[in-house]
């Protein structure tokens, strides 16, 4: 049931209940940790940080809710995958187009509603567990900040910024809660870091998509011991490597988009999955691993030309430091007026360009005559359907690269150092076993 993903996870009640047998991790133990109110009571018990949450059926109930908790909220429906009917929300408005959004989707179960953790380092925690002992397989950071889908997100293993003893703590708390909710086979623990405080976001009872990469980057076969475990096999048995050895590499998984063949479509990322594969990419720093992936996805990142930058209000803080590193290697910037502002009074040279709807001559034109090798847009909320998104749709017509996020702006700056540094040399999965 548990290796297949969420489908047969909501079929696992009415199929033992018909009298099917079922392998590994059982129907109870599944809907202790797909229960909103009862994962969280199990936290309470454990004294494991959660960001505040509630659940609501009604827009009256989810209000009441937005009251207590505060925006913004993380809106989603439960017993669905691939964040499908997810969103950030903001204010009023927002919650009641997304209540009603929510409840199409999943109209039989009530709507999640949690406290989002803004400039949060989301982690995914891939284990095994056997009711008896539990094995930590990977422990991976997301590249963009929390409210990314997991699916969406770029990731690396091992984590790149966060310490020994944080990740250790995150091994720890991944045990009490596999052991504590009867878990027999693979799971999943998606975790936030916030100034050093670690919040659980949800366990899944189930493989993960991040188990094949999981595998690849530490040469262990979690979905192979996850089978073997549900066939009744203990983890003691399965001669495992230590969790705590160490790599010396980096592997990054970065998703592939679908921009291209859906004219039109706006290219956010959010917290509702819209990638349609992966790639990976293997080094010895992370800079020089995630380049690789950029370059597998069949982006060019041109080493030289203007760059335009353009970010909402939450980022102007952090665009600094980045802009600096692009002038440092040579780049022009061209910004929007608000932007631009920020980087001069950092003492960053940049030209303004208007935006689209200020007439010409605009960054539209810029792009369309290839003047911009690529973009750093950064939209205001959890859509932007104004200038910014016919900016990205035009960026993708013409196959030019950018980063959504300032997160992924600061890991592409860093690749592109990397690349100007190093030749790129490939290394195979088989000699990281």
């Known amino acids: 049931m548990t290796l297949g993903g969420q489908t047969p996870i909501n079929l696992a009640k009415r199929l033992k209940a018909a009298g099917v047998p079922i392998m590994g991790t059982q129907p109870e133990a599944i809907d202790l940790a797909e229960d909103r109110d009862r994962f969280a009571s199990l936290l309470d018990r454990l004294g494991i940080a959660y960001p505040p949450s509630s659940t609501a059926e009604t827009l009256a109930d989810a209000k009441d809710v937005a009251r207590k908790v505060g925006y913004p909220l993380l809106v989603r429906p439960s017993y669905v995958l691939g964040g499908r009917g997810m969103a950030i929300v903001y204010d009023d408005p927002d919650l009641e187009k997304y209540m009603l959004e929510a409840t199409k989707v999943s109209?039989?179960?009530?709507?999640?509603?949690?406290?989002?953790?803004?400039?949060?380092?989301?982690?995914?925690?891939?284990?095994?567990?056997?009711?008896?002992?539990?094995?930590?397989?990977?422990?991976?950071?997301?590249?963009?900040?929390?409210?990314?889908?997991?699916?969406?997100?770029?990731?690396?293993?091992?984590?790149?910024?966060?310490?020994?003893?944080?990740?250790?703590?995150?091994?720890?708390?991944?045990?009490?809660?596999?052991?504590?909710?009867?878990?027999?086979?693979?799971?999943?623990?998606?975790?936030?870091?916030?100034?050093?405080?670690?919040?659980?976001?949800e366990l899944n009872p189930r493989a993960s998509r991040t188990v094949p990469f999981s595998s690849k980057a530490t040469g262990v076969s979690l979905a192979k011991y996850a089978a073997r475990i549900m066939s009744g096999e203990k983890l003691r048995d399965l001669d495992l490597p230590p969790v705590d050895r160490e790599y010396g590499y980096y592997a990054v998984k970065e998703a592939v988009m679908p921009w291209s063949r859906f004219p039109g479509a706006d290219v956010t990322l959010g917290p509702e999955m819209k990638s349609t594969g992966e790639v990976m990419g293997i080094d010895d720093t992370f800079p020089k691993a995630y380049a690789k992936t950029r370059q597998a996805i069949d982006y060019e990142i041109p080493m030289t030309g203007t760059v335009f930058v353009s970010v909402c209000d939450?980022?102007?803080?952090?665009?600094?430091?980045?802009?600096?590193?692009?002038?440092?290697?040579?780049?022009?910037?061209?910004?929007?007026?608000?932007?631009?502002?920020?980087?001069?009074?950092?003492?960053?040279?940049?030209?303004?360009?208007?935006?689209?709807?200020?007439?010409?001559?605009?960054?539209r034109d810029m792009i369309v005559e290839g003047r911009i090798a690529f973009l750093i847009n950064t939209p205001k909320g959890h859509s932007s359907r104004g200038d910014g998104s016919q900016l990205r749709s035009e960026a993708v017509n013409r196959g030019i690269d950018m980063a959504t996020t300032m997160s992924g702006a600061t890991a592409?700056?860093?690749?592109?150092?990397?690349?100007?540094a190093f030749e790129l040399r490939p290394h195979a999965l088989q000699d990281l076993a």
């Open 412 to 420: 592409l700056v860093q690749a592109i150092a990397a690349l100007r």
């Open 107 to 201: 109209p039989d179960h009530p709507v999640y509603l949690d406290s989002f953790l803004e400039d949060a380092i989301e982690l995914d925690v891939d284990a095994l567990c056997d009711d008896e002992e539990c094995y930590v397989g990977a422990v991976l950071e997301h590249i963009e900040e929390c409210g990314i889908h997991s699916g969406d997100s770029a990731c690396c293993f091992p984590p790149f910024s966060l310490s020994d003893a944080l990740v250790e703590r995150i091994r720890s708390i991944t045990s009490d809660l596999a052991l504590s909710c009867h878990i027999r086979g693979p799971l999943n623990v998606q975790y936030a870091v916030k100034d050093e405080q670690i919040f659980v976001i």
């Open 314 to 363: 939450r980022d102007k803080r952090s665009v600094g430091p980045v802009a600096l590193s692009l002038k440092n290697l040579g780049y022009d910037i061209v910004a929007t007026r608000g932007t631009a502002k920020t980087l001069r009074a950092a003492g960053i040279p940049c030209e303004v360009v208007k935006p689209i709807s200020a007439g010409h001559p605009n960054i």
